[in-house]
């Protein structure tokens, strides 16, 4: 008898994992003066709940995020925000902190910080200003 080969999300400890991620993430996200203004919601909330559960579909978990909202599409959902390489540095920042967070064995933690690095660096889509949403 083969048993399938268990998923990364079962692997680092499924939604609990995630959970804390996502949850320490946005409390940096809910401090920071660049990144905030990029969220319309008072409420972070629902944005966290979207990151939480695409995460955990991209790494093998349930996939409530595609039943809910289709195909992911991250850089035509991101689009409307000027995401330049200061906003990715400090979500990449943010992100980091989060990951200190969650006890993950080495391999596992750089499996997916790498991935988390490059979803940052494909979000791109301005070089302008730094700081564009000062200006608006």
């Not at 995630?18 to 008072?42: G, K, N, W």
């Not at 689009?79 to 330049?84: C, I, K, L, Q, W």
Request: hydrophobic share 35%.
């Amino acid at each position: 008898m083969t048993s399938e080969p268990q998923s990364f999300y079962r692997a680092v400890g499924g939604e609990a994992t995630f959970r804390r991620l996502v949850e320490v993430f946005y409390a940096e996200v809910a401090r920071d003066d660049l990144l905030r203004p990029m969220y319309p919601e008072q409420d972070l909330e629902p944005a966290a709940q979207r990151l939480r559960l695409f995460l955990e579909q991209y790494w093998g978990g349930p996939t409530t995020y595609s039943d809910q909202r289709g195909h992911p599409r991250l850089r035509m959902r991101h689009a409307p925000y000027p995401v330049g390489p200061a906003a990715r540095d400090r979500w990449l920042t943010h992100m980091r902190t989060a990951l200190d967070a969650v006890d993950l064995p080495p391999l596992a933690r750089a499996t997916l910080w790498d991935y988390l690095e490059r979803a940052a660096h494909s979000m791109v889509n301005t070089f302008d200003d730094p700081h564009p949403l000062e200006h608006r």
